[in-house]
């Protein structure tokens, strides 16, 4: 007697009438088994007389299936669709990770021209990447990108990453209006913040429970840290969620932070870059002895001014704003040299000079 197989999958457990000859049955099995989308995965079949085998998904799989398009989040919610809120320095980084995990994203700016600049810096970004042989294929990536300038573009996002100046009444207007606007009830408001409370945001919406910080580092697409700041009032379910998918999706290193002014990198390394500007004001030092001493002598990739060109100078100094408010220390107070260099628009590289000049051969 011939041994049949009993199952295989779903679509054998449904046959009533089988083929002569077990090696007849694991074909027609084969061809109307339901393949997971993961290639080499294996089933389980037994036969009548109790042995045991298995079913080895031989069909190549469409490319479309293995590129991680659609992203499961811890406790099997799917991502696909993010909003980024500006498209500065941050925002446009926060855009290319999420186009290059696969999620459609759609990111707002706050006129035409700036738009048009965020979407030309993503696409020069992009080009850099394919060149350096990091994507196949930048305008695919592109693609999955829109710019636009209406809030409203962001309705149907599930989740939303505010990467907009560090200011924090512009900031809070800003959830008041996504929280308007987002609809979905489970949809998390994200702040890319480097240094302002999350509660002083998540109590601007009607949903703090699904407010929470995912602090970035400058450039993303190349700096692993994402850092989780969950506030007083957001959800665990919410934090874990929202941790899975920086790790799984966008594959990112989560640390966690308490919701203190400056989190736990910026709590660090401000008052390390308003004490080299200090030296730099004083005459005690000049930049290029000062990030040289870090490069050569401690083995930072950039000294300490080159970083806060890198960063912004009007960044840094609004971090630096938050985290004097917050604790009272000067340590934290931004110097003189720093908030003039901001009052006259010398915002480091992207402003073209800062402590440096930047383009035309220079740095
Ligand atoms: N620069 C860094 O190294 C760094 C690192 C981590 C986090 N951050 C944080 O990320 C945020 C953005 O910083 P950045 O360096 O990208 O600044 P940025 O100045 O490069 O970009 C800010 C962008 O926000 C846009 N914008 C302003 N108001 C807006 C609004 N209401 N709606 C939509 N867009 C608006 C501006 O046009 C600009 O393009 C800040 O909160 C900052 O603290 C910065």
Redesign the pocket.
Known sequence: MSRLPLWAGRACARRATRPAGPRAEVAACRRRAIWPAAPHVSLPLFTRAGQRGVLRNRRPVPPQRVTPVGCHLQGGVSVKKIGV?????????IAEVSARAGLDVVV????QA?AD??RERLAASLRRAEAKGKIPDAAAVLDRIDVVTD?EALADREIVV??????EA??V??FGKLDRIVTAPDAVLA??????PIMKLAVATSRPSQVLGL????PVPVLSLVELVPSLLTDPEVAERVRGFARDTLGKHVIHSQDRAGFVVNALLIPFLLSAVRMVESGFATPEDVDEGFVRGCAHPQGPLALAD???L??TK??ADSLYEEFKEPLYAPPPLLARMVDAGLLGR?SGRGFYRYGEGRR
């Open positions: 809120a500006g498209c500065g320095l941050m925002g446009a980084g707002v700016e706050s006129s700036a600049a965020g809030l505010e990467a907009i100046v560090e200011d512009a900031k207007e800003l702040s890319n913040t480097s240094s302002i602090h970035f580092f400058n890198l960063i912004g009007d960044t609004a971090v992207k």
